[in-house]
């Protein structure tokens, strides 16, 4: 099993749909994160989860409300998206740690969602 | 405003020699930093990081350099293979309970045979 699953994989969804995007980790992590790209722009934050705790929401709308039920698992559910939602939605992990007084925080990612908001 | 810079869209270079992909920042509690390979149609993919305790991480053919007093950090791939073609993003983090990266826009490697 590959280290960060997502699914699907692809998304095409109208303004008002509601649909949820999948991912998991099987590399034993701690945080878990969701992040957005959009076309020529950086990788953008959207949300943190340590220990199963948000940690971070980066002033994301509402319309995006993400759900991690264990440590293991992360869900982002959508509903009402505008076109500009438009992008690809990755997916990450990581294990916070301290190590020798460094911190390591090497994130692993998973394949994306790609999705499309008619 | 961005606060991890690479400016370089691109770089086409030759198989078998050196890569060098650069990246500034402008944020001097980042003490953190990554570089992470993508290519089309998968997530990123961890390359190599270093601490700001460091100036230099070598791993196999990959070397980032790191000059502080600059913002600056590159990544050397050498030699290059038609393989490394991909997308390159820098990411830099900063110390504190916030463990959140900033990435750079990224750069398109070419390496022609």
């Known amino acids: 099993e590959t280290g960060v699953t997502q699914t699907p994989r692809h998304l095409v969804m109208g303004m008002t749909n509601k649909k949820s995007l999948k991912c998991e980790q099987h590399l034993g992590h701690n945080a878990m994160y969701w992040y957005k790209q959009s076309a020529k722009k950086p990788l953008e934050l959207m949300f943190v989860y340590n220990f199963k705790e948000q940690t971070e929401n980066n002033s994301v709308p509402s319309r995006f409300s993400p759900e991690c039920p264990n440590s293991s698992h992360l869900f982002l559910h959508l509903h009402t998206l505008q076109p500009e939602d438009s992008a690809l939605y990755l997916c990450?992990?990581?294990?916070?740690?301290?190590?020798?007084?460094?911190?390591?925080?090497?994130?692993?990612f998973g394949p994306g969602t790609r999705l499309l908001v008619l | 405003d961005q606060q991890v810079k690479q400016n370089s869209p691109s770089l086409s270079v030759q198989e078998g020699r050196i890569s060098i992909l650069n990246c500034d920042y402008t944020n001097s509690m980042f003490d953190y930093f990554l570089w992470y390979k993508k290519y089309p149609a998968e997530g990123p993919t961890f390359l190599i990081s270093i601490s700001s305790i460091k100036d230099k991480n070598e791993d196999g053919r990959f070397t980032v350099f790191l000059n502080k007093s600059a913002k600056h950090l590159s990544l050397h791939i050498v030699p290059s293979q038609p393989g490394d073609s991909a997308v390159y993003f820098c990411a830099a983090s900063a110390g504190g309970s916030n463990y959140k990266l900033t990435f750079g826009k990224g750069t398109l490697l070419t390496v022609n045979p």
């Open positions: 990450a992990s990581s294990q916070i740690t301290l190590a020798g007084g460094n911190r390591q925080e090497t994130q692993y």
